[in-house]
């Protein structure tokens, strides 16, 4: 008795060898960096799932490339060195393809491109988007980011406070520590829709300039893996061209984030 | 005569012994040879990747963060010792609801990390600004600075107390009794007899204490206190360069060193008298 259940535990181990060995040869093993606390792009929900535009874009990705993907979340400070040091293979985080980036990474083309904006306490006095309309406030980004960079270099006349994730500069206005707030209009606009963001509307777009926010979103990648970025590129199309884009696109947003 | 005072001292030493290389010695030498090999590798890769741009365009950063990390530290050590003091007696009071007010403070303080206390002071007490503003506190919590210099403040009373408190714990009984019959007033004695013997015990560990300071206070950066760590932060976003963080481990190296050199000092002004 004994001995025939070891003998059904070997052959079945042996099996699950076998047939592991031979999925690995088909399946590429991919890990995917991502932040996790960037909704409704990426986000970490309470019960440790992850969720999001870019999760269900780099889900679609895999299959289409056959890869089995896992993903490891990264503070957004550390999310390019960790790629360097080979902690994952690719970031999909809404990462702007900008010159900065592209001297420690490569990118893919980009997957999605939606433009920045302006929010603001309900009773703001703030008119508009321009460095006088903001004269004198304090504005709010997440730090690292195109949103940042471009809050430095415009809103000179305002103080700019810059926040390890766009979480604290949600609390912050909120708090009323900060007039005003950068970030990508739809992560603006999931979070008024929150009761989170009840005191705040959108107060404007902003125009991108194109040597700060570069052309939008994209794939980061180590530098020389030409192979990857190929197949990541040749994914993005084919998901663009089968529908499957479409499909996860109209579940977050009501026009077509991959811009013009 | 002077020839044979030589003699004497001469056959007086015993010759020293051999000195053999036990196992102890050989890795000894070793580990500090180690040591010595990755200061020279530390200096020479600063040296080699020496970027006279890096330096003009981030160095104002640098010596910004600085001055905010320092004046942080500084500020809030000196309020922390002011507070440790009654904290320190409370801990040391014969009352037992003193005692036990000033023990559970040290606890929550010093059993909690330091992170979690900035954090609830800023974004946590941020929840409350209508509160604030209308008992006229909102002023100063609006200001990041101050919520961290009020967090620090806190946090090093707690510590500070637990090391006065054993400090002062450790001068001998026989101290406040000799002065007792002496006819010194309590207060009198407490602050020229056995505060100075109880801060020559209580020096070292201030030392640690202000050290740890220092490099703790490197995280206010999360509520946008751009200090040293900050700045190092936001140049490392600009460059992706790790030189970014190894001057800012030098800077935090200098300011201990030159802490090290004043505490050394202090004790050799404070346990002068001890010298034979």
Known sequence: MRISKRIVLAAAAALAVTMGGAQAQDMMKLKIGTEGAYPPFNNLEADGSLVGFDIDIAKALCEEMKADCEFVTQDWDGIIPALQAGKFDAIIASMSITEERMEKVDFTNKYYNTPPALAAPKDTDIAGVTKEDLAGKVVGAQGSTTHSNYAEATYTDSEVKLYPTADEYKLDINSGRVDAVVDDVIVLQDWLATDDGACCKIVGTITPVVEIHGPGAGIAIRKGEDELREKFNAAIDAIRANGKYKEINDKYFDFDAYGS | MTDMALNRTAVERPPAPPRRWTAGRFWGNAVVALWVLIGVGFVWYLASSWNPEFVEKYGPRYWSGLKVTVSLV???????????????????????????????????????????????????????????????????????????????????????????????????????????????????????????????????????????????????????????????????????????????????????????????????????????
């Open chain 2, 74 to 276: 500084l500020s809030s050590l000196v309020a922390g010792a002011l507070l440790s003091l009654p904290i320190a007696l409370g801990r040391l009071s014969k009352n037992r609801y003193i005692g036990a007010l000033a023990y559970a403070y040290i606890y929550t303080f010093r059993g909690t990390p330091l992170l979690a206390q900035v954090f609830l002071i800023y974004y946590g007490l941020g929840q409350f600004s209508n509160e604030l503003k209308s008992i006229g506190l909102w002023g100063f919590f609006r200001d990041a600075w101050n919520c961290g210099f009020l967090a620090f403040t806190l946090n090093t009373a707690a510590y500070q107390a637990e090391i006065l408190a054993g400090a002062i714990k450790s001068v001998p009984k026989g101290q406040w009794e000799g002065a007792s019959a002496l006819g010194l007033p309590k207060l009198f004695t407490f602050r020229k007899i056995i505060l100075p013997q109880a801060l020559i015990v209580a020096l070292r560990p201030y030392g640690n204490e202000i050290i740890l300071m220092i490099k703790g206070s490197a995280i206010v950066a999360i509520i946008t206190v751009y200090d040293l760590m900050g700045q190092a932060r936001w140049v490392f976003s600009k460059t992706f360069d790790f030189q970014a963080y190894l001057w800012a481990a030098v800077f935090y190296l200098i300011v201990v060193e030159i802490l090290r050199n004043i505490w050394a000092w202090i004790e050799a002004r404070l346990t002068r008298h001890l010298i034979r």
